[in-house]
């Protein structure tokens, strides 16, 4: 069954790929076809085209997301593939939105790529974003709070955004890590910016509760994220930035389209001192996850030993009651000590164990067969 639901899954990802695999231009004149078609249809669309429409047809909504994009490859709807370059023109996002939404009928939920390109100083920079996901909305927000008060107590500049369903994306932007220069390639830039990515998910899985569920794909500098102000295919909710007061304060029902504004400057660009304050928390974090490391390895030798001493204990004693049994006298026959062979005894309980009329016909056969017995009572 599961390798049928793997085939299925995988049909479909290639079905959606070959509808979505339309060149750029085309989609966005498609896009502009379907428009006009439901402003001139407007009474006949459903509840869910009637929000759709309105929600990416705001022109908030289309510069917010288009901030966030900039610079970003794009998919749509968890395909999880390259299918646009990037994002013209702030009011395309409306094109591909209802170019997606007519030929699936879903919520038209729009990803970028955590890696992009800055065009101002030419410059390939990868974000770091940490999830934990797949637990109760609740449960989400609260194991992620320990890694938003870390980056409150070092000062890192951070942004914060619900996905849309139930968890929480917390992205730092790349221009906050340190940047190597004469690293060379551009390949060789992403290996030392994954390696310090890799450093920290480890520290925040250490100190998170259900380190399980945190999402390490996000490694990947070739992995996609939701657009912030973008809509979630499975809830319709939008993936919303949240500020990080209230964080433990954020509802499901401010993700709502009607209730959601943008909010101005909350993706720019990072303080000077960012990568600064971002190496000592690198550093900090390299100390701690070296000490964790120690401590685990002390408390694994420590049950190890404990175990040992067990194990060398129960075979100490096993060995003084096998000498023990030797030294004993053999025991000399009693009839009232007899023991019929096994197979009799167990096919009687068998046959009899289970009801109490069967017991007493056990006891019968038991006292019959025991009068029958001549052994000798040993004398005092």
Not at 108 to 113: D, L, R, T, V, Y
Not at 233 to 245: A, K
Request: aromatic share 10%; net charge positive; charged share 30%.
């Amino acid at each position: 069954m599961a390798k049928k639901r793997k085939r299925q899954h995988r049909k479909q990802q290639h079905a959606e790929l070959h509808v979505s695999l339309a060149s750029y231009k085309n989609v966005i004149a498609e896009g502009q076809r379907i428009a006009e078609k439901w402003d001139a249809n407007w009474e006949r669309l459903n509840d869910n085209q009637q929000f759709i429409y309105d929600y990416y047809s705001r022109p908030d909504i289309q510069d917010a997301m288009f901030a966030y994009a900039k610079g970003r490859k794009i998919s749509v709807l968890r395909v999880f593939r390259t299918m646009y370059n990037r994002i013209e023109e702030p009011q395309h996002i409306l094109f591909i939105a209802l170019y997606h939404a007519d030929h699936k009928g879903v919520w038209p939920s729009i990803h970028g790529m955590i890696s992009r390109h800055v065009e101002e100083t030419n410059q390939h920079l990868c974000d770091f974003v940490i999830e934990v996901d797949k637990m109760r909305r609740k449960e989400c927000f609260q194991a992620t709070l320990p890694y938003i008060k870390l980056l409150r107590d070092f000062g890192i500049y951070s942004c914060v955004k619900f996905s849309g369903h139930v968890s929480a994306h917390v992205i730092i932007p790349g221009e906050s890590f340190p940047s190597d220069t004469n690293a060379g390639s551009i390949r060789k830039q992403f290996v030392g910016i994954e390696n310090l990515h890799r450093q920290l998910m480890d520290y925040v899985q250490k100190i998170i509760k259900h380190p399980e569920k945190l999402d390490r794909y996000f490694l990947k500098s070739n992995h996609f994220l939701r657009l912030a102000y973008s809509m979630n295919e499975r809830t319709g909710l939008v993936s919303v930035p949240i500020s990080i007061d209230e964080f433990e304060r954020f509802s499901w029902q401010n993700a709502e389209t009607f209730r959601v504004d943008a909010l101005e400057d909350w993706w720019r660009t990072p303080p000077e001192d960012a990568q600064e304050r971002m190496q000592k928390l690198l550093d900090f974090t390299a100390r701690s996850y070296h000490v964790m490391q120690e401590e685990e390895a002390a408390e694994r030798r420590q049950k190890t030993k404990v175990r040992t001493e067990h194990k060398a204990k129960k075979r100490a004693e096993q060995g003084r009651q096998t000498l023990k049994t030797a030294e004993q006298p053999a025991a000399v026959p009693h009839a009232l000590s007899y023991r019929f062979p096994p197979k009799i005894t167990s096919k009687c309980s068998k046959r009899h164990e289970r009801s109490r009329r069967g017991v007493k016909r056990f006891s019968r056969v038991m006292d019959s067969r025991m009068s029958c017995c001549r052994f000798a009572i040993p004398k005092a």
